[in-house]
């Protein structure tokens, strides 16, 4: 490249040349050169872009209003961050999620950009930081350390409603299937082994109820992510930053951005606490077990066909084999698999990172933030992927599910109540030994009448609470 091709900007440790058109800066242009580690970039993320926008925007209209920074300095700041917040110049964030200096990267990487298209806007030239300084400016009455973890926190917030919405997507399509089933007599099934009946939309109104937990406890755990160290700096004492900045500033980015950010009351406790970050972390994994578990059911519920369950079908998606013809395997509840897997990998590493904060500063929060952005990220395409590939699309075998009830040894159970469990025992006993149905050893025995015996295993009085035969 020509020399024309870049500009010159120097730093503590020198000068370094930076493309001449890049928005980015000297500081910026050094993580480039540094890390290439997850080669996930910051930019991937937009929700992460926007978030540290609002938080430049939020600090600059604080300190406008403390008369910290002019008019004309603030204003052009203020469009800068605006335009980002719009979708702009979102190019020009190409850190490494994964780096060291606890996000300092970040940080500058912010500060030059709006630093830069301040300038311009001001009729100047990028680089000409005399009238519009990175630090002196952009970065007035902060610290990477206050703002990273402000960022961090509404980044988590606009993502994880994201997946709410595929979550709340996935509920619908599962209420869906569990009114189309209301009507399909199936065994229901403990420890693997024949239970009671159940009805196929039973178990997929289960499911939906099971997973409208999880919204509320990531709603829950949202709410821990509101408390701020804006105007903390440093370490929480506030040097450098005005009197008054650290609350007005979380009002500001609470009018933004319509969150009800506060305060943090203690910032030296505040700033280096990952503690949100551990109980959201823990509530996306819990998401991750409970969505892996309904998969496995879907896997089991559909095995075979000959040789299986078979009780229920999934939407078709590959060929299952390189080797044998006709075998479709369920790809899609296995990716969902894996991607909370992944998930539950990541808590650990949270838990980890977490863990190894020393004195007034975590420095680990870079692979927190990574580790909590991919499993947002994931549970969201893998929900909208489960939902759109496979569950509206599964139907039921109505017939194979009442073979297996009417032959099942577990209807026995739905006798207890009239014949009494040592009873109960010795016809399934019988049943299993000679291969013969409970029904009619229970007629055969005298145990019951025709007319009782039907009345008892009538689908009605299996399936819910019931007066029974005296």
Known sequence: MSEEKFRVESDLLGELKVPIDAYYGVQTQRGINNYHISRKKMRDYPDYVVAIAYVKLAAVQTNHSLGVINDEISGAISQACQEIIDGKFHEDFPIDMMQGGAGTSVNMNANEVIANRALEIMGHKK?????????????????TN?????????????????????????ISALRYKGEEFKDVLKMGRTQLQDAVPMTAGQEFNAYANNLEE??????????????????????GTGLNAVPGFAKLCAANLSK??????????????????????????????????????ICNDFRLMASGPRCGLNEINLPPKAPGSSIMPGKVNPVIPEVTNQVCFKVIGNDTTVTFAAEAGQLELNVMEPVITECLFESLWWLHNAIDTLTEECVLGITVNKERCYEMVKNSIGIVTALNPYIGYKNSTKVAKEALETNRSVYDIVLEKGLLTKEELDEALDPKNMLASHKFIK
Do not use: W
Request: proline share 4%; net charge neutral.
């Open 146 to 170: 206050d703002v990273y973890p402000t960022t961090i926190r509404l980044a988590l917030i606009r993502m994880n409603k994201s997946l709410v919405a595929s979550l709340t997507g996935l």
């Open 256 to 293: 933004l951005t319509g969150e009800p950010f506060v305060s943090a009351i203690d910032l030296v406790e505040a700033t280096p606490d990952t503690g949100a970050y551990v109980s959201f972390s823990g509530a996306l994994k819990r998401l991750a077990v409970k969505l892996s578990k």
């Open 214 to 235: 999880e919204i509320l406890n990531l709603e829950r755990n949202i709410k821990l992510l509101h408390e701020i160290n804006m105007g903390g700096t440093a370490i």
């Open 127 to 143: 680089g000409e930081y005399q009238y519009c300084y990175p630090n002196d400016h952009v970065n007035c009455g902060q610290s």
